[in-house]
């Protein structure tokens, strides 16, 4: 069964740069056999959403012609994958701005610099090298996947997006078109709670057709 643009989906994946290392994965004891477990992630089916342009090209168009509870693998082109790499990506910044934002970069550090995120190089006589190509810019990769869940219904895709970017359950109800969202203040005091808030009402506005409006509750007590 092929899906559609529209589909929100749960999927479990791995994906290696081609004959090489394990870039990313969903299964947590594949991570701390490889060496890139990541104790501040949560490992599990993540939330794929098909009409999400920031969504690899190449891994899209497998998922479309996918089924629910069929594993499969693809080898994804360069060009489908993160493209090429750009020199001009490659940015050599002074030591000074960094150090106004109260950072101390080091080489391997990930950062954000001009809406990119990248990662320093090197530092040396107060300049900073910065690659802000993604990691995986020139490779070709190879996806194995298994699609879990497809989501139908609007309040089932809502809070998909939820537990994905608030890791926040919840039960929810809709009306003619509104869905209401009640949060808690141990919830909203949480790292990232405002980017995470907009990340999930931009999406489900976007991305759900059958949401019109959001009422977003948020409760604190003494």
């Known amino acids: 069964m092929a899906f559609s643009e529209t589909d929100f989906l749960k999927v479990s994946f791995s994906v290696r740069e081609e004959g090489g290392r394990l870039a990313e994965t969903t299964d947590e004891a ?34 479309l012609n996918a089924s629910v509870g069929k594993a499969g693998s693809a080898h994804i ?50 300049r900073v090298r910065v690659d802000l190509n993604h990691e995986l810019a020139g490779k070709k990769l190879v996806y194995h996947y298994n699609v879990e869940a497809q989501l139908q219904k609007p309040e089932e895709k809502l809070q998909a997006l939820l537990l994905e970017f608030l890791d926040l359950e919840q039960t929810l109800t809709m009306k003619d078109g509104e869905a209401e969202v009640d949060v808690s203040m141990e919830t909203a005091r949480r790292d990232g709670y405002l980017s995470g808030k907009y990340t999930i009402v931009q999406n489900a506005l976007l991305y759900i057709a059958e949401i019109s409006k959001i009422v977003w509750k948020e409760t604190f007590s003494r």
């Open 30 to 63: 594949e991570a701390k056999k490889e060496g890139i477990y990541n104790e501040k992630l949560r490992y599990r089916p993540t939330l794929v959403m098909l009409k999400d342009t920031r969504l690899v090209k190449g891994f899209k168009d497998v998922l």
């Open 77 to 126: 082109a360069v060009q489908d994958a993160f493209g090429e790499r750009k020199p001009d990506l490659v940015r050599v910044v002074p030591l000074q701005k960094f150090k106004e934002g109260g950072v101390d970069p080091v080489a391997g550090m990930v950062v954000n610099l001009d809406d990119y995120r990248g990662r320093i190089q090197s530092v040396s006589g107060g």
